[in-house]
């Protein structure tokens, strides 16, 4: 089996910045993978800010990233960069991913600038059904104990004062809030979902929770989603 390193930086509201940090310094014979070109598809409407890409779309993007059947992936980036490409790969049955703890800052080797030649492989999705959740069954279901919400948003956005991203401030009624920057804390037991802005930091909640031996499903299209329908909002 190979290894590749995935470079997965972004900056939220700035396009392109996550490809100027790859070209500027990055693991050498690393690939670079771009959060809202990517890893997501924005042409999708209605979906949030980060709407999921489809097999064949993803399929193309880890294939031109040099990630194939047999490629052991380790992917590195911020807020959240890295762990979405993880849940992604996971999400399309490739499960052979780790992420770098530290992001490039764990790196004590040299870096290289610049483009990378990397070889195309042949990535073949086999995507799974059940790691995801959608808006209607979460507001079908905000009574059901057995329910756990968890927002991976920082504490002000949870608390729902106002900021420049939420169009609605506010959170999904009964969410502990889990800031993706933080340790996680002790949840109940139940159905772990966990969402954030728009599907992207709250990848970090469902790793880790993963890495403690504990299943989460994922809610894509977030608060970014939920804000946009008439549907419960809780704030304080």
Request: glycine letters at 12%.
């Amino acid at each position: 089996m190979h290894y590749r390193f995935v470079d997965c930086r972004w900056e939220l509201g700035s396009p392109g910045r996550g490809r100027e940090l790859y070209l500027a310094g990055h693991i050498p014979g690393a690939s670079f993978l771009d959060v809202d070109e990517d890893l997501s598809d924005l042409s999708v409407q209605g979906q949030g800010r980060h709407p999921l890409p489809s097999a064949e779309r993803f399929a193309t993007a880890a294939s031109q990233a040099g990630i194939g059947d047999d490629v052991y992936v380790v992917a590195y980036g911020t807020m959240g960069g890295a762990e979405r490409l993880w849940w992604l790969l996971r999400h399309f049955g490739h499960g052979d991913c780790a992420v770098l703890a530290g992001g490039l800052d764990a790196w004590l080797g040299a870096l290289s600038r610049g483009h990378e030649e990397i070889e195309p492989a042949v990535f073949t999705p086999r995507e799974r059904s059940g790691d995801t959740i959608d808006a209607d069954e979460i507001a079908r279901r905000l009574d059901d104990p057995t329910l756990v919400l968890v927002d991976a948003r920082l504490a002000p956005r949870w608390r729902g004062e106002e900021n420049p991203i939420d169009k609605v401030p506010g959170r999904i009624p009964g969410a502990f809030n889990a800031p993706w920057n933080e340790d996680l804390p002790q949840l109940p037991g139940g159905e772990v979902v966990a969402y954030c802005g728009s599907g992207v930091t709250s990848s970090v909640t469902v790793h880790r929770l993963a890495l403690a031996g504990r299943d989460a499903r994922l809610y894509p299209g977030s608060w970014s989603q939920w804000e946009t329908h008439d549907l419960p909002v809780e704030r304080g």
